[in-house]
């Protein structure tokens, strides 16, 4: 069947983003194992959908700050793909010259402030991209993802009142992705979710099933309207699941294996590719070369990577301190 080329957008844009992440982390999933790449590796398998449906909601000088998972999120934002995966093998062509690594890459020229190894860290440094928008008359947006663990941190409560007494247009979005590390956060609290948690603060909350970039979409997209007409800051929880461990590595024996299988067959783009075949939203045969387009541009961005110089030694005393 013929696709006509307006039908092709929205659902079929969505996966076709969502492979790029999925490819993208396999990749440097495969790259860690065989030690080509330094540092740790936190992969977002499994979570493609909360990155591209909340990034598709936003303008490209709205804001976000994320996590130590946070490749997909800065992808899904428009980070350049050779450059993210160069600042992963720490070359000079990074998107942070190769200073930052996975759990610190950033690009604020994109609106992407960056990953960070502390939980919680995300959610004061976007409430403060929040208050500047305010204070420079600006009507951007920021978005904090976190995941629940961080909502038993203090800077969770701190940077939530503060954002609602301000009226600050942020979004807070928390990944829900069942453990906290090695924890099942349902072990963590006595409360049931997150989403809940926002109306003691007076900010409106919304839970919504992040295996599905469709829901996502529609829910981030009417919780950034929200915040851009100057209404305050909102709470999103997506309930999704990591495929991988905390870390590369990490041997996953406190995930029931019945619990890893059911998630997997909600996979976010089995979900998305059931439903743009159910509506004959592509050709036979074009999401498959969606995917296949992907792991080519990725296998690209690899090249490059290890095409690249490494920093040179004076570089290293350089970018740490603002004029």
């Not at 603060?201 to 970039?213: E, F, I, S």
């Not at 829901?215 to 950034?224: L, N, S």
């Not at 991988?244 to 041997?251: I, L, T």
């Not at 004076?314 to 004029?323: F, Q, S, T, W």
Request: charged share 25%.
């Amino acid at each position: 069947m013929a696709v006509e080329a307006h039908e092709r957008t929205g659902l079929v844009e969505l996966f076709a983003r969502m492979c790029l992440i999925r490819a993208f982390e396999q990749r440097v999933s495969s790259l860690y194992r065989g030690s080509e790449i330094p540092g740790f590796i936190h992969t977002s398998l499994g979570q493609e959908a909360v990155a591209v449906g909340v990034c598709a909601a936003l303008r490209d000088d709205d804001w976000i700050a994320t996590t130590h998972r946070g490749h997909g999120h800065c992808l899904a934002k428009g980070a350049d793909l050779d450059a993210a995966m160069a600042e992963l093998f720490g070359k000079a062509t990074g998107l942070c010259k190769g200073k930052g690594g996975s759990m610190h890459i950033a690009d604020p020229r994109k609106g992407i402030l960056g990953a960070n190894a502390i939980v919680g860290a995300s959610l004061p440094l976007a409430t403060g991209a929040a208050l500047s928008s305010r204070l420079l008359g600006r009507d951007g947006v920021s978005v904090a993802f976190f995941g629940e663990g961080a909502v038993n941190q203090g800077t969770f409560h701190e940077s939530v009142n503060l954002a609602a007494i301000w009226q600050l247009p942020v979004l807070f979005v928390c990944e829900n992705n069942r453990y906290a590390e090695f924890t099942d956060s349902s072990t963590m609290s006595r409360r049931e979710g997150v989403a809940g948690v926002g109306p003691a603060y007076g900010v409106p909350g919304a839970l919504v099933d992040g295996n599905d970039v469709e829901a996502v979409f529609a829910a981030a997209q009417e919780a950034v309207d929200f915040c851009r007409a100057g209404d305050g800051p909102r709470l999103l929880e997506a309930e999704t699941y990591r495929w991988q461990g905390h870390y590369e590595g990490d041997p996953q024996r406190y995930k029931p294996a019945e619990e890893a299988e059911a998630w997997r067959r909600r996979d976010p783009l089995i979900v998305a590719r059931g439903r743009i075949e159910a509506e004959g939203l592509a050709a036979d045969g074009e999401l498959d070369a969606l995917l296949s387009d992907a792991e080519a541009r990725v296998a690209r961005a690899e090249e490059f990577a290890r095409s690249s110089p490494y920093p040179d030694l004076d570089e290293i005393a350089r970018d740490v301190y603002g004029d």
